[in-house]
């Protein structure tokens, strides 16, 4: 056999084979790839491709030595650069039926290409095509792509792309190149291919060349076209661009109307995401399920029920219901607009669940305080699906939320074992469970192996502020500062609590400032809450006052609310009540400023007050969570609500509970409500407390070891009377007691509490 290395050729006349592959950004897999040449058409791409000679390096593996001694010798002929004897020794191989390993092919593919080789490439890609049983691989699939641009073969180079069973960024990159360096014009569904290609290359410069060729050719007006380009735009950002793609299409079908409602979702758009499909409704179009879906996504960031609920009655009435991202997005949707009943209901009519079915109940439960069921669900899904990372992180906030540590480690260690223990949010999920959970100095071992993002630093310096570790936050924020991370808003929300629970008024005003001058910030209504919640805290009620009226914004709920809070534990009622004023001025619906209110009139002694707002409240239908309670016993999370006694060892609570009064009276310790307002003072505990933690605390002290520490997390505020409890308890039972209520951590250790009694004097 006797081959000669010819000149490259361009065989740029011949049209495209038929790709039985489907491309990205096409309709059909089974559409022939053509490419017209016409000199009259202005060209695509004048710019010239400047590739490195070993173009592959990008993707290349390191080469193991094959164990077949025929393929070894012809590497060996491929590495030492003879060319005629390689292809000669390939022939034999052939000959004999010996097969070739992927390296021989690789390093063989590499040689025609450095060699200028046209007419051997060509054998070897035949010797290929005979040898192959499945989809080329991304590896040998490059190698042919980087040979074939290279010799001008563009039709070849759309044959290999075709049967490759994945591409990478390397496989579009040639592909584009190429058709750049040679000023080739593609026909319709090549086009639609180049655009997708931009897309997944994120090369908006190119983009931005296709759609001025699109407008100067017989393309412009081309539905197809314009949804990719419509897409390509919104790929790269280009939200406004995309909007005046789609304004300009005199026709438009259903896939660009749910992309561009696709693109207001993840524009954070939502309501333009609803103007844009009532405007689809008008024109007749009907929806498919991914524009249901999209749809359903923009609701549910809205909190608009009504409207989902008349998405779903359309998706019963399709068919579209039976569809996976129609059901799923119904789960979010009324998770997120607090109907979880529903969105159970529609979680378990799904016959086959997949992995964002689950996903999507674990994190609407999560989002409606029902942690624990969430768990459940976790554990049951593990048995039948296997999750995935946004999952994993679902399970690990539950977890935070109600202290379930044990749980929280054994879904780090699933992470790690199944290698996504690095993966996307994750890390900082695990970092988070740790913090919340109190352990910091395992959440200060998290930090240090994974890489510190401005999320990680927030979350430590969020869970050090709780803690009232003023000092310790400050000289963090010293080490994110000097290890080049920039902070952003939530790291100066942070600072600014940290500053104000540690009392350190000036240092926290200074940090204020310095975010505007120093890292140009604009305080958000959040800071504004921080500071005002700064001064009043240090009982600097008339600065705080005037503050808020100085604002440059209008004040919301929040920043009255901090001011609120701070006459609740100084005791100004006549300022506390013009808080309320302003509050309920914009927001009547929020118990808990009520609950404050309640708590300035029942701590001043004003109780004709707590009733009249008591009354208020019921006449508006507002209803305060029970008290519930968290604690973990062995590795088994316990939960404790309060007014329910049917827990199995409530006798025995209660008996443990009952002791400790007791042994309160006999010492003097002022640990018991006002005795001749008892009832009332009781009635206000209970609502607003509940003494859940009372019975989560006893539940340990009786299923624990003597002298173990006991974490007990809470979903309300504690009490004054609980405070002082538990703090008696701690002294007795010489224990460390830690209960996470909704504002801060409380350690008690040896009859003292870590928030140094504010609030609860």
């Known amino acids: 056999?006797?081959?000669?290395?010819?000149?490259?050729?361009?065989?740029?006349?011949?049209?495209?084979?038929?790709?039985?592959?489907?491309?990205?950004?096409?309709?059909?897999?089974?559409?022939?790839?053509?490419?017209?040449?016409?000199?009259?058409?202005?060209?695509?791409?004048?710019?010239?491709?400047?590739?490195?000679?070993?173009?592959?390096?990008?993707?290349?593996?390191?080469?193991?030595?094959?164990?077949?001694?025929?393929?070894?010798?012809?590497?060996?002929?491929?590495?030492?650069?003879?060319?005629?004897?390689?292809?000669?020794?390939?022939?034999?191989?052939?000959?004999?039926?010996?097969?070739?390993?992927?390296?021989?092919?690789?390093?063989?593919?590499?040689?025609?290409?450095?060699?200028?080789?046209?007419?051997?490439?060509?054998?070897?890609?035949?010797?290929?095509?005979?040898?192959?049983?499945?989809?080329?691989?991304?590896?040998?699939?490059?190698?042919?792509?980087?040979?074939?641009?290279?010799?001008?073969?563009?039709?070849?180079?759309?044959?290999?792309?075709?049967?490759?069973?994945?591409?990478?960024?390397?496989?579009?990159?040639?592909?584009?190149?190429?058709?750049?360096?040679?000023?080739?014009?593609?026909?319709?569904?090549?086009?639609?291919?180049?655009?997708?290609?931009?897309?997944?290359?994120?090369?908006?410069?190119?983009?931005?060349?296709?759609?001025s060729y699109v407008v100067r050719t017989a393309y412009d007006g081309n539905i197809s076209v314009y949804n990719s380009l419509i897409q390509m735009y919104l790929s790269v950002g280009h939200w406004k661009e995309a909007e005046s793609v789609f304004s300009g299409m005199e026709c438009r079908d259903v896939v660009s109307w749910t992309t561009i409602i696709s693109g207001c979702v993840d524009n954070l758009l939502p309501d333009k995401a609803l103007e844009t499909y009532k405007t689809m409704e008008i024109t007749g179009t009907m929806p498919d399920e991914v524009t249901i879906a999209s749809v359903l996504s923009a609701c549910a960031s809205l909190g608009q029920l009504d409207m989902g609920m008349k998405l779903h009655e359309l998706a019963e009435r399709t068919g579209h219901i039976l569809y996976g991202v129609v059901a799923n997005s119904l789960i979010d949707m009324y998770s997120k607009c607090k109907r979880i009943e529903k969105a159970l209901e529609i979680f378990h009519q799904i016959p086959d669940k997949d992995v964002i079915s689950w996903t999507s109940v674990i994190n609407g439960l999560r989002i409606n305080n029902r942690c624990f069921e969430a768990l459940i669900f976790f554990r049951k899904m593990i048995l039948k699906s296997k999750p995935n990372s946004v999952t994993l992180v679902s399970a690990l906030s539950a977890c935070a939320r109600v202290g379930a540590l044990m749980c929280g480690k054994e879904i780090h260690a699933h992470a790690l074992k199944a290698g996504m223990g690095f993966d996307g949010f994750l890390p900082n999920a695990i970092l988070d469970l740790y913090v919340r959970c109190g352990r910091m100095r395992t959440a200060l071992n998290q930090f240090n192996l994974n890489e510190k993002d401005v999320g990680a630093w927030n979350i430590l310096l969020t869970g050090y502020a709780?803690?009232?570790?003023?000092?310790?936050?400050?000289?963090?924020?010293?080490?994110?500062?000097?290890?080049?991370?920039?902070?952003?808003?939530?790291?100066?929300?942070?600072?600014?609590?940290?500053?104000?629970?540690?009392?350190?008024?000036?240092?926290?005003?200074?940090?204020?400032?310095?975010?505007?001058?120093?890292?140009?910030?604009?305080?958000?209504?959040?800071?504004?809450?921080?500071?005002?919640?700064?001064?009043?805290?240090?009982?600097?009620?008339?600065?705080?006052?005037?503050?808020?009226?100085?604002?440059?914004?209008?004040?919301?709920?929040?920043?009255?609310?901090?001011?609120?809070?701070?006459?609740?534990?100084?005791?100004?009622?006549?300022?506390?009540?013009?808080?309320?004023?302003?509050?309920?001025?914009?927001?009547?619906?929020?118990?808990?400023?009520?609950?404050?209110?309640?708590?300035?009139?029942?701590?001043?002694?004003?109780?004709?007050?707590?009733?009249?707002?008591?009354?208020?409240?019921?006449?508006?239908?507002?209803?305060?969570?029970?008290?519930?309670?968290?604690?973990?016993?062995?590795?088994?999370?316990?939960?404790?609500?309060?007014?329910?006694?049917?827990?199995?060892?409530?006798?025995?609570?209660?008996?443990?509970?009952?002791?400790?009064?007791?042994?309160?009276?006999?010492?003097?310790?002022?640990?018991?409500?006002?005795?001749?307002?008892?009832?009332?003072?009781?009635?206000k505990a209970d609502i607003f407390c509940g003494h859940s933690e009372r019975q989560a605390i006893a539940y340990s002290l009786i299923n624990s070891a003597p002298g173990m520490p006991i974490w007990v997390t809470k979903n309300l505020y504690m009490c004054h009377s609980c405070h002082s409890t538990v703090k008696f308890i701690s002294k007795i039972v010489r224990r460390e007691i830690s209960v996470r209520d909704t504002e801060q951590f409380h350690h008690f250790k040896d009859g003292l509490c870590s928030c140094g009694d504010e609030g609860y004097r």
């Open 466 to 683: 709780q803690k009232g570790k003023g000092a310790m936050v400050i000289e963090l924020f010293k080490r994110m500062v000097e290890s080049e991370i920039n902070p952003d808003d939530v790291t100066f929300i942070s600072l600014l609590c940290a500053c104000s629970r540690s009392g350190m008024v000036t240092e926290g005003l200074e940090y204020f400032q310095r975010m505007k001058v120093n890292y140009h910030i604009t305080p958000n209504l959040k800071h504004y809450a921080c500071v005002v919640d700064l001064l009043g805290r240090a009982g600097k009620l008339n600065e705080a006052h005037e503050f808020i009226e100085r604002m440059p914004i209008k004040p919301d709920p929040a920043i009255w609310g901090a001011l609120l809070n701070a006459c609740r534990i100084h005791r100004q009622v006549l300022l506390g009540e013009l808080a309320a004023q302003h509050i309920f001025k914009q927001d009547a619906e929020s118990i808990g400023y009520y609950i404050l209110l309640c708590n300035l009139y029942a701590d001043s002694g004003k109780w004709d007050e707590v009733a009249k707002v008591r009354r208020t409240m019921k006449e508006e239908g507002l209803i305060v969570d029970p008290g519930c309670s968290w604690v973990e016993v062995k590795g088994k999370v316990h939960a404790f609500l309060s007014g329910d006694n049917f827990h199995p060892q409530m006798q025995e609570i209660n008996v443990v509970l009952e002791g400790f009064y007791e042994k309160m009276k006999t010492s003097g310790f002022n640990g018991q409500e006002c005795s001749s307002m008892d009832g009332i003072q009781t009635s």
């Open 1 to 211: 056999m006797a081959l000669s290395a010819k000149t490259p050729r361009f065989p740029l006349h011949q049209h495209l084979q038929n790709l039985n592959s489907h491309f990205p950004g096409t309709h059909n897999s089974n559409k022939t790839f053509t490419l017209s040449f016409k000199p009259q058409k202005p060209h695509l791409f004048s710019s010239t491709l400047n590739r490195p000679q070993n173009s592959l390096n990008t993707t290349a593996t390191t080469s193991i030595t094959p164990q077949n001694p025929t393929n070894s010798r012809l590497l060996q002929l491929c590495l030492s650069g003879n060319l005629e004897q390689a292809l000669k020794h390939l022939a034999s191989m052939q000959e004999v039926k010996i097969p070739v390993e992927e390296d021989c092919f690789v390093a063989l593919i590499r040689l025609c290409e450095n060699k200028r080789g046209y007419s051997e490439g060509e054998y070897v890609w035949k010797a290929v095509l005979s040898s192959l049983v499945t989809l080329l691989s991304v590896r040998l699939g490059n190698a042919l792509l980087s040979m074939f641009v290279r010799f001008g073969d563009v039709g070849n180079a759309w044959n290999v792309f075709g049967r490759m069973g994945e591409r990478d960024l390397f496989s579009w990159n040639v592909l584009v190149g190429g058709m750049r360096e040679l000023s080739i014009d593609p026909d319709l569904m090549t086009m639609t291919s180049v655009i997708s290609a931009c897309e997944l290359l994120g090369d908006e410069r190119l983009g931005t060349q296709l759609h």
